[in-house]
């Protein structure tokens, strides 16, 4: 048995399989070496990562990743991209072992964020909003993990994990982590009608944590019936497919014509942005969670002069990695029927076109 604090050998080849980011749809399957930690860090034989609509749409070239008119890039070419995974423990030192409470062998998670832990953000605790903002698999400093291994930094925060659970539904803690991120911002009461804006991996894990406030009504908007039944399993009240009613309309009819308390978005389009400013009641909450892939447009006077909103915006999972973990391990979401595929690490693209058709699942990941 080998030492703490060493490699096992017949695990940890010279070299491995990787997807490298070259720039927009220029994503590719290459042999790269195996990284090698350095003091305090960890390596981790990925077990699987899920593909994230940040990830296509940084694979399509969207303005928010690379720049444009009025904005510089922020995303980095020559990177592995990936930051929803899961892996175990391959070697560390005692540094790490001790800083991080891990042994070879442990299965373990870490936070897409990788704070600089100096900036004014990270020194108040708001480390998510980091100054420099790195993030495993947008920027070479932290590369991610579509590829067979990858290293934590002395600087990444690291979670334990059950091995209990398939990899692939272990690593859906990290979208959960943020869809509980937007839950917390929405202050949910008691007394409150709530409406979550789509039922796709975000949206189902926002429906299950606003199940878990206990709010009077529940409500869940999307286009497709199969993830509105997957929204009825994850606590939803309510569901409106919105092809087919006016949602605004139905949600006034069940608020005395008020309209909800709190709206949740979290489909990343566009036309989502006015129908929960328009489906919201007076001094009602809006929280915005969703990267978009265009610049949207609204009437601000909705906001301020009609209505006198709370809008909040939303950014990725600080402090609910525990609870999205426990959540996880007790089960409580039909992680089967929400991870619907799982492609090997060569089959990558068809994972990448699988999510932008959007119809035939719900979350897909990639096994290396």
């Not at 409106?240 to 949740?264: H, P, R």
Request: charged share 20%.
């Amino acid at each position: 048995m080998a030492a703490v604090g060493t490699a096992i050998p017949e695990t940890i080849p010279g070299t491995m399989k990787a997807v490298i980011c070259h720039g927009p749809e220029n994503y590719t399957l290459e042999e790269i070496p195996v990284p090698t930690p350095g003091p305090g860090e960890i390596l981790v034989k990925v077990e699987a990562v899920g593909i994230c609509a940040s990830d296509l749409k940084c694979y399509h070239g969207a303005a928010k990743f690379w720049g444009d008119a009025n904005r510089p890039a922020w995303a980095e070419t020559e990177v592995v991209p990936g930051h929803e995974s899961v892996g175990v423990v391959v070697q560390l030192d005692d540094r790490a072992r001790q800083v991080r409470g891990v042994e070879i062998g442990d299965r373990v998670t870490t936070e897409q964020i990788v704070p600089c832990w100096k900036c004014r953000y990270c020194l108040r605790g708001e480390y998510w909003m980091c100054g420099p903002h790195d993030m495993h698999g947008f920027k070479r400093a932290n590369p991610g993990a579509m590829a067979e291994y990858m290293i934590y930094s002395t600087n990444a925060l690291v979670h334990k994990i059950s091995r209990d659970l398939p990899a692939h539904q272990a690593a859906f803690v990290e979208p959960l982590s943020c869809s509980l991120h937007a839950v917390e911002r929405a202050d949910i009461r008691f007394d409150d009608v709530v409406v979550v804006a789509g039922a796709g991996p975000i949206g189902l894990g926002m429906i299950a944590g606003a199940k878990a406030k206990s709010p009077k009504l529940l409500i869940a908007l999307d286009i497709a019936p199969n993830k509105l039944d997957l929204a009825k399993a994850c606590g939803a009240d309510v569901t409106f497919n919105i092809t087919e009613v006016d949602a605004v309309s139905e949600i006034k009819k069940l608020t005395d014509g008020y309209g909800a308390d709190v709206y949740i978005e979290g489909t990343g389009h566009p036309s989502a942005v006015p129908q929960g400013l328009n489906l919201l009641r007076k001094l009602g909450t809006y929280v915005e969670y969703s990267v978009f892939g265009s610049d949207v447009t609204v009437d601000w006077s909705i906001i301020s002069d009609d209505k006198e909103l709370n809008v909040l915006g939303a950014h990725l999972g600080p402090h609910t990695w525990p609870a999205a973990i426990k959540m996880l391990e007790a089960k409580t979401l039909p992680m089967d029927r929400i991870c619907t595929h799982q492609f090997p690490l060569e089959k990558f693209q068809e994972g990448l076109d699988m999510v932008a058709d959007g119809a035939n699942s719900v979350k897909v990941s990639l096994i290396p």
